[in-house]
């Protein structure tokens, strides 16, 4: 079978991969480590093709390499076509019986302790040829990313961007507050904010969604919440949260399954009239997803809607 000579071959598609690959290391060494190849046969991929366009596409400086003008428009169509051959691979697969594919998330803390690694094994049970990346990004970030395919799918609480982002799932998720079972507020059954504030309090930073709602709702009471301890690692506020006296914050997505047999209990928050934060998942929109991806948005979006809506 004669092969159409303007459609792209393995091998130059292997090089654009390549060349995405630096482009996001911003190094030429760490990215010949990470593809494993020596970084003079990844140089020498650089310069057959900044010959063949007439044209360099990187910037070399003494930090590494950097894409020029010439090298982001380059970017864009890389990124294209390689979305575009994960999504035939996916589908070839799907119709050999094979069920395989590679599925890229993106999602920030909420979804990640909890609700996404359960899905995930579930998944891998029923579809044992699918693989995954997991990306743990800022908000903001976990949408941006979808818009050079670095990301099939997004989970974020709180989006900052949703003008790009196709929902496919949108819910109101209640802010808990999480304490000991000997704690003297324990038996409450809702908690003020002013309440907390007398305690403890081991808070996400800013510009997480929790904290925003937080400082919300301490702002319409006429407070300012000084943290005992705060950081971006929710696992690290929810092994402290077996401190007697201390309050931390949580959402049903990243609910502990195992408050009680921890000694902890989560009580609701009155939120002063702040809107429930919105947790989402969803797509590119206008983008056709791969069917692995497809396939595992569509079991998130019925998992989601049993355990949210």
Do not use: W
Not at 100 to 122: C, K, M, Q, S
């Amino acid at each position: 079978m004669k092969r159409n000579r303007h459609a792209p071959s393995m091998r130059h598609l292997q090089t654009l991969a390549f060349i995405d690959r630096i482009a996001r290391c911003g190094s030429l060494r760490s990215a010949a480590e990470e593809l494993g190849i020596t970084p003079s046969a990844l140089n020498r991929r650089i310069l057959a093709v900044e010959e063949e366009l007439g044209v360099q596409i990187f910037e070399r400086h003494p930090a590494g390499l950097r894409p020029n003008i010439a090298g982001e428009i380059l970017l864009e169509h890389i990124r294209n076509q390689l979305a575009d051959m994960e999504r035939v691979k996916s589908r070839i697969a799907d119709l050999s019986g094979m069920r395989a594919g590679h599925v890229r998330i993106a999602t920030t803390r909420e979804p990640v302790a909890y609700f996404l690694p359960g899905l995930i094994r579930d998944h891998l049970l029923e579809f044992p040829a699918v693989t995954f990346s997991v990306n743990l990004l800022g908000r903001g970030e976990a949408e941006n990313s979808l818009l050079d395919n670095s990301n099939d799918i997004a989970f974020v609480f709180e989006p900052v961007h949703r003008q790009n982002l196709q929902t496919v799932f949108s819910a109101p998720q209640e802010l808990l507050a999480v304490l000991s079972a000997d704690h003297p507020l324990a038996a409450r059954g809702r908690l003020h904010i002013y309440e907390c504030a007398d305690f403890p309090l081991l808070l996400p930073q800013r510009p997480e969604g929790i904290r925003q709602i937080l400082d919300e709702i301490a702002a319409r009471t006429g407070i300012t919440l000084r943290p005992a301890v705060e950081s971006n690692s929710l696992e690290l506020l929810r092994l402290m949260s077996q401190n007697r006296q201390a309050i931390s914050f949580c959402l049903p997505v990243n609910r502990r399954p195992d408050l009680q047999a921890a000694g902890l209990v989560a009580l609701p928050l009155h939120t002063r009239g702040v809107p429930s934060g919105v947790l989402v998942a969803g797509h590119l929109k206008g983008r056709t997803l791969p069917v692995a991806a497809a396939r595992f948005l569509e079991t998130a979006h019925k998992q989601l809607a049993l355990q949210f809506s």
